[in-house]
């Protein structure tokens, strides 16, 4: 079997909310189109541009922003640097002029509505997740694209052999039963394995530094959350929380920036209430930043950003001697237990429901907090196999298409269900354990195959129907 080489800072990406698969993947599907008619040097010839949206793009497109992200990519701004406080003004330039620059440079007419299509009855082969560009040249040709967004902010390009990559690992990795081997072989720590095989793709430095990196996103998020009120968009009038929780275990006391803000909330005790607040509201707090079109990590996904971040807070302000190196550890490990998620089922709701959300983020939550509070390579992978199991069948159902309710705190839940996994596993003999990861990933992807349609966020099932009219008329 072909091994897939995914990097940390594949499963890791920065972007912009709310949605990995509905907003990240199109938006990054569109920056490809664009660059692509760049490369053959055809935008100059653009004449008139549709977007053509399937499946469940088109369902609960307009809840997650995709139409949004759609057109940011086709004016060629990144989602890991554009303003997102800009992104309004954006579109209602395009809305109110029709007319779009097409990757910044050629202007087009384009009629939001009659241009990006969301064709509801219609889905694409490969995966629910397609969408398609079409283009006509000023001399009659049609130049089109089709593209797939599989989840995680991957993106895959209609011919594709997804996963292919160049890249030669030391120690190529599909299952949780060849990583394990790979740390019997070598004597190496999970974080360890993954490091190694990241210096196929870079120096070690750089991978360091990159990491970091999207730490300080993570951070910077939760540190935003914690501080902004208000309702959120979309219709749904869902009032922020955590923002007020953090006011009240704070004592209304307010600090100026993130270390104080840390060090404020460790000096504040370790009772199990208290620690249990703080879970909630780190993941409270990047997901209601999430479903502000806020700047967040996929981790593995948008719609489960605050789990891995949340966990990690827990680390840092109630672990001891926590350092860059430990949240670099963290990360790493974290990373390849998505990967093999990635490779042995899905990460994306569309496919597996909520379980390969909520679910893998949780597991890869359990298994880098396990070995990072210096548990064997057999107990973090106990730990992501508990916190998966009790993840499994889980639906994805968001009300009204957003990434709100019951989304934002799903995050909460599958973060105290991570830490709960990683104490289980470090209490434990894994010689005891009856279920392996590798099972796990198994049983998730059968159980995501028999999943009714209605449950992968298509919002035609579960919560999504089942709410009071008052609710749904919002």
Known sequence: MAHEAISVFDMFKIGVGPSSS???????????????????????????????????????????????????????????TTDVAAIDAKIAAIANSSQLLLGGQKALAFDIAAQLKFLFTETLPFHPNGLSFLVTLADGRQFSETYYSIGGGFVVKEGEEAGRSQVQLPFPINTAGE???????????????????????????????????????????????????????????????????????????????????????????????????????????????????????????????????????????????????????????????????????????????????????????????????????????????????????MTCDPIAGLVQVPCIERNTMGAIKAITASQLALQSSPDFAKVSLDVVIETMWETAVDMNSKYKETAEGGLAINIPLSLSEC
């Open 22 to 80: 509905h907003t990240l993947g199109p938006w990054r599907a569109a920056l490809r189109f664009v660059a692509n008619l760049q490369q053959g040097q055809l935008l100059e010839q653009a004449a008139h541009l549709e977007v053509l949206l399937y499946g469940s793009l088109a369902k609960t497109g307009k809840g997650h922003g995709t139409d949004i992200a759609v057109l940011m990519g086709l004016l060629g701004e990144d989602p890991v």
């Open 179 to 393: 990583l394990l081997h790979w740390c019997r072989k070598t004597g190496l720590s999970i974080h360890e394995v993954v490091q190694e095989n990241e210096a196929a793709w870079r120096p070690e430095a750089d991978t360091r530094s990159g990491i970091l990196n999207i730490f300080g996103v993570m951070k910077e998020c939760a540190y935003r959350g914690c501080h902004i009120e208000g309702i959120l968009p979309g219709g749904l009038n869902v009032q922020r929380r955590a923002a007020a929780l953090n006011k009240r275990l704070l004592k209304g006391r307010t600090y100026n920036n993130y270390t104080e803000w840390l060090e404020a909330i460790r000096a504040g005790g370790n009772s199990f209430q208290y620690i249990l607040d703080w879970v909630s509201c780190f993941a409270l707090a990047v997901n209601e930043e999430n479903a502000s079109f806020g700047r967040v990590v996929t981790a593995p996904t948008n719609g489960a950003a605050g789990v891995i971040p949340a966990v990690l807070h827990y680390f840092l302000v109630f672990g001891e001697n926590i350092n860059d190196e430990k949240i670099i550890q963290f990360l790493l490990t974290a990373s390849e237990i998505g990967s093999i998620f990635k490779k042995g089922a899905t990460i994306s709701a569309a496919m597996g429901g909520c379980q390969a959300e909520i679910g893998v983020s949780s597991s890869m939550a359990a298994a880098a907090l396990t070995e990072a509070m210096g548990g064997t390579q057999r107990q973090a992978l106990m730990a992501a196999e508990i916190a998966m199991e009790h993840h499994l069948g």
